[in-house]
């Protein structure tokens, strides 16, 4: 069964604009934030310059840490994500959004989260496929739901939902796209708004058919969102 397909038409309003992959990570964030209990410790998360709309409901947690080695996001525990300096099976939930493709060996962050965990403990996380290069300050990799499912291998359960289909990868590229059309002329002008306008299209076409997709569109995805017990 495919996550909580959102429903937010109007997203590309001027005012609280996020992009196409980011209305699909808050709302598969909002469908988990009743789990995130207890001690929530955010991997590579920023407590400033978030994007997007979600809000963390710190304040249902018995404490919310973020960990980062990027100062000027605020962390509480700087540290690189591989090596937290917390005690192994001390955190009920642990959220890592964003941040495997940016590292040269996952496994290690993904090896490290298993073992701040407590039995039952819950992992979310995300990973972009058909996403532009973003290096943070690099970008090495893009994972498949096999990839996802090997990285977390040793959790008890792993769901891995995918976050937006065929036409919604097309709406993405036009969408991130319309940037690199630079100058003032007509065709240009011209270029950005058909760019806009047939992005909408398709991410609104996406929204409405997903999980109904043929064999063939149902293999695209902007990216994945993964759910795992320890």
């Given at each position: ?6 429903r937010r038409l ?39 310059n978030k994007r ?27 540290a690189d994500v ?149």
């Amino acid at each position: 069964m495919p996550l909580l397909v959102p429903r937010r038409l109007d997203y590309w309003k001027t005012e609280g604009y996020v992009t196409y992959r980011r209305l699909w990570l808050d709302t598969a964030l909002s469908a988990f934030s009743a789990d995130m209990r207890g001690v929530v410790v955010d991997i590579g998360g920023k407590r400033t310059n978030k994007r997007g709309s979600f809000q963390p409901p710190a304040h249902q947690a018995r404490a919310w840490w973020y960990v980062n080695l990027d100062l000027e996001t605020k962390p509480d525990v700087y540290a690189d994500v591989a090596q937290v300096p917390l005690r192994g099976q001390s955190v009920d939930c642990v959220i890592c959004t964003e941040v495997l493709e940016h590292l040269p060996r996952p496994e290690r962050c993904v090896e490290e989260i298993h073992r701040l965990l407590r039995d039952g403990g819950l992992v979310l996380a995300s990973v972009p496929f058909f996403y532009p290069v973003h290096a943070d300050p690099y970008d090495f990799q893009r994972f498949t739901e096999d990839g996802l499912r090997q990285l977390f291998k040793n959790f008890k359960s792993v769901e891995v939902h995918r976050m937006g289909g065929y036409a919604g990868v097309l709406g993405l590229m036009l969408e991130l796209g319309i940037s690199g059309v630079e100058g003032n002329s007509l065709p240009q002008k011209i270029a950005r708004w058909a760019m806009k306008w047939i992005s909408r299209w398709l991410c609104r076409y996406d929204l409405s058919t997903f999980g109904k997709e043929s064999g063939a569109w149902a293999k695209f995805t902007t990216g994945y969102f993964v759910c795992a017990i320890r």
